[in-house]
């Protein structure tokens, strides 16, 4: 479950840092006039400063992957409405290529599918399948987390942000459910 959380705020992060223009500041999530209320459910993930910090930390960091070196920013390149361009198909672990190219992140909350065919449909299961796929990150959830508890300055972000150090083990159930 923390994993869902953790990866879900790292989503918001980039949403809210998005929506200002001082990235280090903290917005929230503003509510657009003209946009409909959000689809996804902030009652049962809410957004606060410590944890928009711990998520932009992870989506920057390529601990995330077997061997360190693939980000979720190497795919979803800020400066380019976090999508990767210059590529026909998305490049990640040992150099290898997927089937299709990664989109842009934006109005997230919005949505009901996710991915080319919408067939994801929860924005929280979307970074677990970046995490285990063999040409993405190719990484085990579960020695994410191992990576995690092990960090000199993760489990301090996760206290401000959940109150408390303890890094969960990943809930097997939304691991498998990630599962394509
Ligand atoms: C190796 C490249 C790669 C990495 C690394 C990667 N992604 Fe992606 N991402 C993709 C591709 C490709 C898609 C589209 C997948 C599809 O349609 O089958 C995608 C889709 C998404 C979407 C869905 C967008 C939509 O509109 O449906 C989100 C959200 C997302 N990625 C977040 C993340 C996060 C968070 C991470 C890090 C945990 C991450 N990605 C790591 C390539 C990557």
Known sequence: MVTRIILTASLLSILTSSCDKDESSFAGVPQPSNFPQPIYDFSQNPVSEAGFALGKKIFYDPLLSRDTTIACADCHISYAAFSHPDHATSHGIDNLFGRRNALPIQNMIWKTGFFWDGGVPHLDLVPLNAIKSPVEMDEDPARVLEKLRAHPEYPGMFKE????????????????????
């Open 161 to 180: 942000a959940f109150g408390t150090e303890e890094i969960t083990t990943a809930n097997l159930r939304s691991i498998r459910a990630a599962s394509r």
